[in-house]
């Protein structure tokens, strides 16, 4: 059996010196915690992302940081008030460790991609139970799909994970009524129909693990660089809040030569700003979550790759990843497993994504900066180097870019804090806020470059008597 990245095959054991088996055999746990706990193959678990996602050496706040970012997010509030009509929470603010992040924005993360791990986990269990089906003919029958349509409550169980189920045990009262059935797909019949039925069910749980481990990952990724709860740039937590992490907090900035209290500041006004947004227009994250599903509706599995690895439980191994850590599983992923060819409906998702991206960005960098104008002397190198980070790829982007493949342009993150400038001072702030009462108020990427333009082409004119 070969396992990506761990090299353990049949005529391997004489050189395995370097092996690190306790590493092997961590993750192998750790993945298997991640089956059971998904092991209906519906949805996506988050006790199965969490699984993927632990973090080691993680470091809790200390008293005195605790109290420096609750008197810098307070003090944010404040400054912001006049800035903008969008008003503050009500929930108290918090200073949290990168896994309070993770922990408090998991079930968040788990809803809004949903739609991504269901049609991942349907194109994975459809796509192998279409070449099991190929490889045995006709002489299963529908031995592959439950009648019943019921999915099997621990589909994994015969791999050894979780209490064995029961479904060979039927009703006493049902044998009457199957008795003259010879359908092959009736395991009583034949005995192989209740394995395949169960390993259909277990491929669709296996797709949702996939997803689950590189979800995991990109969240485990993700919390090693946000500076607060609504830095990612989506409504991530149903009761917003805005809260800080400190670790990261201390760490940003810091080839800047600014005061520490300058940089906690400015961090926590983009902080707040980002909440108040999140707060004040509830279409904000079934929009993103729509966009998602539009783009996974396309999904389809690599059926070569797949045939590549197809050799017994060994080839589904490889091609889910299983090896001496979950990195491998990127790696099968990133080689090939699912299709790159976007359809125009993905291609429409993805660029309402970016589009929504750099506007929720660009907001927020223009609402942060007016109010940090008068307080910060150090304003310019502060947003600068905001702006830097985010040009390497900011945490949505880099989040997105390991699941859909979203780029998020710098340019048009400037140019939307730009556009948001020009509103708020050839009109008002309030014209500016209110540009978020639906998605349809909102500019297109087009229209971001030309405030001006989009006023005129969105307004009719005073006098109607010249029409």
Not at 57 to 62: G, I, T
Not at 84 to 106: G, H, K, N
Not at 152 to 170: I, Q, V
Not at 244 to 252: E, P
């Amino acid at each position: 059996m070969s396992i990506p990245g761990g090299g353990f095959g049949a005529g391997d054991f004489g050189d395995m010196g370097g092996f690190d088996f306790a590493k092997m055999g961590e993750a192998l746990s750790r993945l298997g915690r991640a089956i059971s706990a998904n092991a209906t193959g519906s949805g996506i678990s988050p006790d199965a992302v969490r699984e993927m996602a632990t973090l080691t050496n993680d470091k809790a706040p200390s008293a005195n940081e605790i109290s420096a970012g609750l008197e810098a997010l307070a003090v944010a509030q404040l400054w912001l008030d006049p800035k903008t009509d969008f008003t503050a929470p009500v929930a108290p603010a918090q200073i949290w460790s990168r896994s309070q992040w993770i922990d408090e924005t998991l079930v968040g993360w788990c809803e809004i991609v949903a739609p991504l791990a269901e049609s991942l986990s349907s194109a994975v269990s459809g796509a192998i139970s279409g070449l099991t089906k190929e490889a045995l003919g006709d002489a299963f029958g529908d031995s592959l799909s439950d009648e019943s349509g019921n999915q099997n409550s621990n589909p994994f169980s015969s791999f050894g994970f979780g209490p064995p189920t029961n479904s060979d045990n039927s009703d006493n009262s049902d044998n009457s009524s199957n008795a003259n059935k010879s359908d092959n797909s009736d395991p009583k019949i034949n005995p192989m129909a209740g394995i395949f039925n169960q390993m259909s069910n277990a491929m669709r749980a296996f797709g949702g693990v996939i997803f689950a481990t590189q979800l995991g990952e990109t969240i485990k990724t993700t919390a090693g660089t946000v500076t607060g709860g609504a830095d990612i740039g989506i409504p991530l937590l149903t009761n917003n809040r805005p809260a800080l992490i400190a670790t990261n907090c201390n760490s940003w900035g810091a080839e800047l030569g600014i005061p520490e209290a300058e940089l906690r500041y400015y961090l926590a006004l983009r902080e707040v700003a980002g909440v108040r947004l999140f707060n004040n227009v509830p279409w904000l994250r079934e929009y993103i979550t729509n966009a998602i599903k539009s783009y996974s509706a396309g999904i389809k599995v690599n059926i070569e790759k797949i045939q590549e690895g197809m050799a017994g439980m060994a080839g589904m191994s490889e091609i889910a990843g299983i090896g001496t850590s979950p990195e491998a599983l990127n790696e099968a992923i990133t080689n090939g497993l699912f299709t790159t060819d976007e359809t125009p409906a993905q291609k429409s998702a993805i660029l309402r994504l970016e589009t929504i991206a750099a506007l929720v960005e660009g907001w927020i960098d223009e609402v942060s900066a007016s109010a940090a104008l008068e307080h910060l002397p150090a304003l310019p190198a502060l947003r600068e180097s905001a702006r830097r980070g985010r040009a390497t790829g900011g945490p949505m982007q880099k989040a997105f870019a390991a699941l859909i493949g979203l780029e998020i342009s710098p340019r048009a993150s400037r140019d939307a804090a730009t556009f948001f400038n020009y509103i708020a001072t050839n009109e008002s702030i309030s014209q500016r806020d209110e540009l978020w009462s639906s998605p349809e108020s909102l500019p297109t990427i087009e229209e971001i470059t030309n405030p001006s333009a989009f006023r005129k082409g969105r307004s009719a004119p005073d006098d109607l008597s010249t029409l």
